[in-house]
């Protein structure tokens, strides 16, 4: 079956996913991720796409991304996939592909979603077990959002600019997001969103983009289970 083409709206923030083949690592040192933010940082800024949050794992990589033009996310993941397979082939003697397929990704609706996204990127080496603070992992964007370190890569979403009406209020509040849990629900919308590259919002976020692209924004609704008993039930009222 062919494959539907993604959700694609500037303006709209993106939860982006990138796996490495066969959840092999595509980072092994240092020097590896500094090359890889150095060419996704050329390439935001060339193609007008907004970067928001981001972390690189030993595995895969999630960015938060607002592009400005039509296919400003592609070409950053194809430009930067391309630059960094060729220095990770090189680098560590090897051939073939790096990466799992095509990059996964959902529009999402930024006043319900994007300060919970940004969250689940950054705290991705926490729920991994590789540190017990955000602060402590050096390859995320939570220095910046938390703590104020320079990073050309990051641009303030205006959600995030609500925060507060400083930059160091807008950190502080930013900071004790972080003291909540992500609720279960929360994480698995996001992730089943994100993997199925569906429309993460509420249902009037959905239906303006399905009006803006005329293409359903969620899977249409199955059958049912013909066993339980509010199923016979409808199917009674069907008949009437």
Not at 85 to 108: I, S
Request: net charge positive; with cysteine; aromatic share 10%.
């Amino acid at each position: 079956m062919a494959r539907l083409p993604r959700f694609v709206l500037p303006g709209y923030p993106q939860h982006i996913i990138q796996r490495g083949n066969n959840r092999e690592a595509v980072f092994c040192q240092e020097a590896d991720h500094l090359f890889f933010l150095e060419k996704l940082t050329k390439a935001c800024q060339k193609h007008n796409c907004e970067l928001h949050a981001y972390v690189l794992m030993t595995n895969h990589t999630h960015f938060l991304i607002t592009p400005h033009t039509g296919d400003g996310i592609g070409k950053v993941m194809q430009g930067v996939g391309r630059h960094y397979v060729q220095y990770f082939n090189y680098t560590y003697q090897r051939t073939g592909t790096l990466w799992e397929g095509r990059y996964k990704a959902t529009v999402l609706d930024s006043e319900r979603y994007l300060l919970t996204c940004m969250r689940y990127i950054e705290l991705n080496p926490v729920r991994a077990r590789m540190v017990n603070h955000p602060r402590e992992y050096p390859w995320s964007s939570y220095h910046y959002n938390a703590a104020g370190a320079e990073n050309k890569l990051v641009t303030p979403h205006s959600v995030y600019k609500r925060l507060g009406k400083t930059a160091e209020s807008r950190r502080s509040g930013y900071r004790a997001l972080f003291k909540q849990h992500i609720g279960k629900n929360a994480l698995g919308e996001l992730r089943e969103a994100t993997n199925k590259a569906w429309v993460l919002g509420c249902d009037r976020f959905r239906v303006q983009i399905e009006a803006q692209l005329n293409r359903h924004a969620k899977p249409k609704a199955r059958g049912g289970d013909r066993k339980s008993k509010t199923y016979r039930e409808l199917r009674k009222i069907d008949r009437v």
